[in-house]
């Protein structure tokens, strides 16, 4: 499964039906494992609604430099789908995304997968016992809906003077931040800034070492509040 990408996607968005029974948001390790656990139940009416344009989540969108999983890839998979090729026990993000496209590909289950298309607002109706979920692409109502929208789908700038008008890249929107499409590398020009509290700046100021100018990699870490509970 190491491959190179191939997007998961198989149709363009399609018109969302009225109603179904299972509503699942988000299409990273967590929608995907609902969509193909529900299939696998026999389960036939159910969506999955992703407003990205592949499945992956995180791994989809975190492609900056360095960027790799910090929990053993055996352990960091599906164990209804162990994946013997990993080439390294942290495995990179490319690794990761192909891994996840190779098993929402094979799962069967992505055409009732919708790519592109947000939820904006689900909220539940007394009345008639289902949820009224309003999305990018329009209406519907769900019986059961399921939330797999990750914490950290949405990147969370710090506050700091300046910040709007900085024209570089972060973690979070690399492969989004190229204002020519193409993603950036680190460059021997950059002054790299490392302002975080977990593993991501650890891996791509390993990364950026050598590649940014000698001594222009500053770190300004914290501890997360998790390790302060
Ligand atoms: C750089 C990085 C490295 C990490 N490394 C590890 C690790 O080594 N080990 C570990 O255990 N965890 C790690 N994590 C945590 C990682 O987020 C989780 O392990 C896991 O990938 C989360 O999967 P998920 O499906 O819950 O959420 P996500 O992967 O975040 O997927 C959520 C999906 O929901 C979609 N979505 C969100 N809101 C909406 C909406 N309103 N409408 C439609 N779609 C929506 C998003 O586009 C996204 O595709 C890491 C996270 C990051 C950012």
């Not at 988000?26 to 995907?32: S, V």
């Not at 080439?87 to 992505?110: D, H, M, N």
């Not at 109502?141 to 506050?159: I, K, N, W």
Request: hydrophobic content about 35%; some cysteine.
């Amino acid at each position: 499964m190491t491959t190179a990408e191939t997007p998961a996607r198989t149709a363009p968005p399609r018109n969302l039906p009225g109603g179904v029974r299972h509503l699942v948001v988000g299409a990273g390790f967590a929608g995907l494992c609902a969509a193909i656990k529900l299939a696998e139940d026999g389960e036939q009416d159910f969506l999955v609604i992703e407003k990205g344009d592949d499945v992956g989540g995180t791994w989809r969108d975190n492609t900056y430099p360095g960027a790799a999983c910090d929990v053993p890839s055996q352990l960091y998979s599906f164990s209804f789908a162990p994946n013997p090729d990993w080439t390294r026990s942290f495995s990179p993000q490319s690794e990761i995304q192909a891994y996840l496209q190779k098993v929402a590909t094979r799962s069967g289950v992505l055409d009732r997968f919708r790519f592109d298309t947000e939820v904006e607002d689900a909220a539940w109706d007394e009345d008639r016992q289902v949820w009224r979920v309003t999305t990018s692409a329009g209406e519907l109502t769900a019986d059961v809906l399921v939330s797999a929208a990750g914490a950290l789908s949405d990147p969370r700038l710090p506050d700091i003077a300046g910040i709007d008008s900085f024209a570089g890249p972060n973690t979070g929107t690399w492969n989004r931040s190229s204002r020519r499409g193409t993603p950036p590398t680190w460059s021997l020009w950059w002054c790299v800034a490392m302002i975080a509290h977990s593993s991501s700046p650890s891996r791509a100021s390993r990364s950026s070492t050598g590649a940014a100018s000698p001594g222009s990699t500053t770190a300004a870490l914290r501890p997360s509040p998790m390790s302060q509970m």
